[in-house]
Nanobody
Framework: VQLQASGGGLVQAGGSLRLSCASS????????IGWFRQAPGKEREFVAA????????RYADSVKGRFTISRDHAENTAYLQMNSLKPEDTAVYYC????????????????????WGQGTLVTVSS
């Protein structure tokens, strides 16, 4: 599975961005999807995850109520809608795919993810 993350950019505080995570080739239908981010000088951290069906999601406390993860099986793409952005959201955002037989499962741990995209930079100015 090759994942391509896109949609990052420079935005003012309070603005919005939508990140996309597309797969070239293999279907993402058997994968839970996660978004992680890494700010300068910090470790990579969990942001959001969604199950194979999209029926269940999980968010880090820092983004809850502002970010929304979703997926479109027809488009073979997952999304991260980011609203009310803050300067502390500045980071490289990575999408990742976790192969799962169980349809109602997601993980918040990096080690569980099998494939990673290359990352897309989000910069939020104050």
């Amino acid at each position: 599975v090759q994942l391509q993350a896109s949609g990052g950019g420079l935005v003012q505080a309070g603005g919005s961005l939508r990140l996309s995570c597309a797969s070239s080739g293999r279907s993402l239908s058997t994968y839970a999807i996660g978004w992680f981010r890494q700010a300068p000088g910090k470790e990579r951290e969990f942001v959001a995850a969604i199950t194979r069906t999209g029926g269940s999601t999980r968010y880090a406390d820092s983004v809850k109520g502002r970010f929304t993860i979703s997926r479109d099986h027809a488009e073979n793409t997952a999304y991260l809608q980011m609203n009310s952005l803050k300067p502390e959201d500045t980071a490289v955002y990575y999408c990742a795919a976790d192969y799962r037989v169980l349809i109602n499962y997601y993980s918040t741990h990096e080690r569980d993810y099998d494939y990673w995209g290359q990352g897309t930079l989000v910069t939020v100015s104050s």
